[in-house]
């Protein structure tokens, strides 16, 4: 066996609702990641809705408080190249991967939520047996998903971006919903940590994590289940 194949996907969606407001990818939800996996020896493929490079939340970028990921990853050409060339989802097949991770950011809320072809492509992941990671507004990806014409998310112990933290922005009337009102109504068994402290669940070969900064956290034990012999969920 060679190296593990990750694909990682991300949001296109770069306005915050109507507020005039820029959003995206929360950079410290991919680079965190990013950097766990490509440390552990995993070859790392990026794609997203739209292709290219993707929007990114300019507040992760321009905080105070840059984390130890975001700062490697502005001194990484090569890291940076992953970004600006994400391919199509379209043209991503789980066949091809080990396992697929979702990172952050507020974007995901209004097109991974509702997008078939990610949908899908989650599902395939799930009925091969694959990993499968979301962290933070991410696993908005997953309320669409059908395994048989059964909600992936039903039973499912996971968490995500809670309720209180997206009150603790303001943010809560912003949203198209909120993200741990749509875990519970779909079935999944939410649970959450403190507002923006580290907090990962995993359930079989799902693992999740609340808030960007569980985002490495999430990775590492996403590696961790997919070096496992562990399959199916």
Not at 4 to 25: C, D, F, N, W, Y
Not at 102 to 121: C, I, R
């Amino acid at each position: 066996m060679g190296p593990p194949r990750i694909l990682m996907v991300v949001t296109s969606h770069g306005e915050l609702g109507a507020t005039g407001l820029k959003t995206g990818l929360w950079l410290e939800g991919f680079a965190g990641p990013y950097y766990e996996f490509a440390d552990h020896g995993a070859i790392v493929t990026l794609a997203s809705i739209d292709g290219g490079l993707p929007p990114i939340d300019p507040v992760s970028v321009g905080r105070d408080d840059v984390p130890p990921a975001t700062r490697r990853f502005r001194s990484d050409p090569a890291a940076q190249t992953v970004l600006n060339h994400s391919m199509e989802i379209s043209y991503a097949r789980a066949a091809e991967y080990d396992g697929v991770f979702y990172p952050g950011g507020h974007g995901p809320m209004w097109d991974l939520a509702t997008d078939k072809v990610s949908a899908n492509l989650i599902g395939e992941f799930a009925m091969q047996g694959k990993c499968i990671g979301a962290v933070c507004h991410a696993p908005a990806a997953l309320l669409q998903v059908q395994l048989q014409g059964v909600a992936f998310l039903s039973g499912k112990r996971l968490t995500g971006f809670s309720n209180a933290e997206e009150e603790l922005l303001g943010l809560t009337d912003e949203m198209p919903f909120l993200l741990e009102d749509a875990l519970s109504d779909a079935g999944a068994d939410y649970v959450c940590g403190k507002p923006f402290e580290p907090f990962v669940i995993a359930d079989g070969m799902l693992v999740t994590g609340q808030n960007a900064a569980s985002s490495t956290a999430a990775a590492s034990e996403f590696i961790k289940r997919l070096q496992s012999k562990t399959r199916g969920y």
